[in-house]
């Protein structure tokens, strides 16, 4: 299976946080912004380059399956001007489009599994394919970032600030946050965007505590000049992307280039979810339990990004249910879960 991707442009919050820097910017003159960029971030969940002692400091040990932990689809609009970004949660049921085994050379024909397998299965390519197939988005690039440039990214920036207005305890991570204000540093980022089990809100409200942190990601990005300043970013785009053993999407100089062209997008112009789900499929023999998406309700949230519009109304300010529950929500924007 071969895709095209190749674009001149990147997204710039994909920077951090690992995965996650992402947002920025300044609008792009007309003639070099024809039309929106949809891109998708994946968080994978290989930690084979993150030593043992690291491991065991920040409870990032097991087994790792191959999968991508994060799948986050990123809209960049024409005027470069709004982000939207939509999360996908890792058990959600796809359709793993026909393809052809990487290994074996043998083809494999479409099959349902759930939605993090895309990327064990085919890489990156077929991670694209099965989003595409789920959601009608063209996704014209990709990036991959695995727990260890995630870390050194984070460094590489000094840190991130997060706040929480309660406490967050995972038996898992052994996050243990207060009510307060922290900046955490690669390791302790990690914990934060991997913890799961705080609250029964489950991996929901680990999808919200990542939109919180790409929101801080950005706000830090900003208030250092960082995203303008090519020497500097120049360091945490070589981090972010890694020796080159890994196959990405993006060229540092797309990186680069976006970075500084979404300089000044803010917070408010930042709008984040989840794919609307409507509850649990059955049990699939060999793949378990799966959400189900509210197909009607996913289908027009695609469609106003198909069509370059917004997904929180204008003039209104949603603002973000903590612990999220599992009916649908609306979209927020970046300031709504930002630390005041």
């Not at 359709?95 to 494999?108: C, F, L, M």
């Not at 993006?250 to 408010?268: G, I, K, Q, T």
Request: charged share 25%; proline share 7%.
């Amino acid at each position: 299976m071969t895709i095209k991707r190749s674009l001149r442009v990147a997204v710039p919050a994909l920077a951090l946080a690992a995965t996650a820097g992402l947002i920025g910017g300044a609008a792009l003159p007309e003639r070099q912004a024809p039309r929106a960029m949809n891109f998708l971030l994946m968080g994978t969940d290989g930690r084979d380059t993150i030593t043992a002692a690291e491991k065991n400091k920040f409870h990032a040990g097991g087994i790792a399956c191959g999968c991508t932990d994060v799948l986050m689809l990123v809209h960049v609009s024409a005027r470069r001007d709004r982000v939207s970004v939509v999360s996908l949660p890792r058990d959600s049921l796809a359709q793993i489009p026909a393809h052809r085994d990487p290994v074996t050379g043998k083809n494999v024909p479409l099959h349902p599994a759930k939605i993090n397998a895309a990327y064990e299965e085919g890489g990156p390519e077929l991670a694209l394919a099965t989003v595409e197939s789920m959601t009608g988005m063209e996704i014209d690039s990709y990036l991959q970032v695995d727990f260890r440039r995630f870390m050194d990214t984070v460094e590489q920036v000094g840190g991130v600030e997060v706040c929480t207005a309660r406490r967050l305890d995972d038996p898992a991570t052994k996050l243990s946050l207060a009510p307060g204000t922290y900046r955490l540093n690669g390791g302790q980022s990690l914990q934060y965007v991997r913890s799961r089990k705080v609250d029964t809100s489950a991996d929901l409200g680990r999808i919200q505590r990542q939109h919180r942190f790409l929101v801080a990601a950005l706000r830090g990005l900003q208030a250092d000049g960082r995203l303008t300043d090519p020497d500097a970013m120049g360091r945490v785009v070589r981090t972010l992307l890694g020796s080159g053993r890994v196959e990405q999407g993006f060229a540092a100089l797309d990186l680069l280039e976006l970075a500084a062209e979404l300089n000044r997008v803010p917070a408010s112009a930042t709008e984040f979810t989840t794919v609307p789900v409507a509850g649990f499929n059955p049990d699939l023999p060999g793949i378990g339990s799966t959400l189900k998406w509210d197909r009607d309700k996913a289908a027009r949230m695609f469609d106003d990004l198909r069509r370059d519009q917004p997904l929180v109304a204008p003039g209104t300010d949603p603002r973000p249910q903590d612990p999220p529950g599992f009916a649908p929500a609306p979209a927020v924007r970046g300031s709504a879960l930002a630390c005041a």
